[in-house]
């Protein structure tokens, strides 16, 4: 850091080798304590792509405060790879292409914000597949595409993570959120996640998937899974004798997320909620999410022996819509306030002071008189005040 702020008074410029040569006026810079590494601004990005063809494509070491903005990234590997000591590390304005994973961090206080993060080609390769019933998730899985736009392996976990604005689509899986603890997930667009959208679950030995936020995200297209909660990998016992628990808690509130699926070509999603922690105790809230199901699916995944597990669960002030859909019986958590439309009534999922109907005709809004209206939520059942809030970041100006 000394040698850049030396070196950005230095008409000189650089010295290699014995020679000076003069370097560019874009790459590095420094200001206000943050190191920068950005394109010129008059780059057109849609004829620049930095290849590579190494794993990572890209490293980030012993730079904290580095704030990396403005490339586009393409290969077969993880693209960018931030080591334990590039704390308040920003990846900014990247597109990532064709990775297995798109930002590998060990750092605590990374920030991944206005990414692109797909594989090009997915979906129409998806298209084609399905017309064969083939199923995209054993070809993925086979080549190892199963990361998303930010993931760790670090043990312990790094800590408060922030991913926003972002937009994730036709890749494998979309983030890893339970790779981190302390860490938030908002504003980001998920489309076309052929596995699992967003996974809660730390799936590490030594991790615990800690305090998590997820909150203000658009969730839609064909998938698997949309938001993944389950302790995978290990059976209850074993995860109690080794201590692979999680910990929680997990807030997901305020998400539009949308299960679509195609009957025609034997596509259809499997479930929107896959929860199945085996710790008694561990506390997952679903508050104030629309949950839309277009074609038929499960709402949550149960099984009768993951009951303890789900005891902690809480749905509350939910609107869900599953009109060709199950609203899983039983329910083995508490639920309160929902909003509920589906074929079938589930008493127990929308609560006392919920409602629920059968057919989209039973809801007309159409003339400022609902026949259906539930009036405001129970108090007492808001996210505010002492849920948990991202960690306060500073960032150099923009």
Not at 156 to 161: E, G, I, N
Not at 235 to 257: C, F, S, T
Not at 353 to 365: C, E, H, K, N, R
Request: hydrophobic letters at 35%; one cysteine or more.
């Amino acid at each position: 850091m000394k040698d850049l702020q030396d070196a950005r008074n230095k008409t000189e410029g650089y010295h290699r080798g014995g020679e000076y040569f003069n370097g560019p006026p874009y790459g590095l810079a420094y200001d206000d304590s943050y190191l920068y590494l950005k394109l010129p601004d008059d780059l057109d990005l849609d004829d620049l792509q930095l290849v590579l063809s190494g794993n990572p494509l890209v490293k980030i070491q012993n730079s904290s405060g580095l704030i990396f903005d403005g490339f586009t990234l393409q290969g077969r590997s993880t693209g960018i790879r931030i080591d334990e000591l590039s704390t308040n590390a920003t990846i900014r304005n990247c597109i990532i292409l064709g990775a297995a994973y798109g930002v590998m961090t060990n750092a605590d206080y990374t920030l991944v914000e206005w990414c692109e993060f797909t594989v090009p080609g997915l979906d129409t390769f998806n298209e084609e597949l399905m017309k064969i019933k083939t199923y995209i998730y054993f070809l993925m899985k086979e080549r190892g595409l199963e990361g998303g736009l930010v993931y760790s392996r670090k043990v312990p976990a790094p800590r408060f993570l922030e991913s926003r604005y972002n937009y994730i689509h036709s890749v494998f899986d979309g983030d890893g959120l339970g790779q981190f603890d302390d860490s938030t997930i908002h504003h980001n667009i998920y489309h076309d996640c052929f596995d699992n959208a967003v996974e809660f679950e730390p799936n590490v030995k030594g991790k615990a998937g800690a305090n998590l936020n997820f909150y203000e995200n658009k969730v839609s297209g064909f998938s698997r899974g949309y938001l993944s909660h389950q302790q995978n990998g290990v059976d209850r016992e074993q995860a109690k004798r080794e201590g692979w628990l999680m910990k929680g808690p997990h807030y997901v509130h305020h998400n539009v997320i949308i299960a679509d699926g195609d009957v025609n070509l034997g596509w259809k999603p499997w479930t929107i909620i896959k929860s199945r922690p085996w710790d008694n105790h561990m506390r997952i809230v679903y508050a104030h999410n629309l949950i839309y199901g277009r074609t038929k699916t499960d709402l949550f995944w149960y099984k009768p022996d993951w009951e303890s597990g789900l005891a902690n669960m809480t749905w509350l002030s939910n609107v869900i819509l599953l009109p060709e859909g199950v609203a899983t019986e039983p329910v083995p958590f508490f639920a309160n306030s929902n909003a509920l439309l589906a074929p079938s009534t589930n008493p127990k999922l929308t609560g006392e002071d919920g409602f629920y109907v059968t057919a989209i005709s039973d809801l007309d809004y159409t003339n400022n008189a609902p026949q259906y209206n539930p009036g405001p939520f129970k108090t007492g059942y808001d996210i505010t005040p002492d849920w948990p809030r991202p960690a306060a970041r500073a960032y150099a100006p923009e």
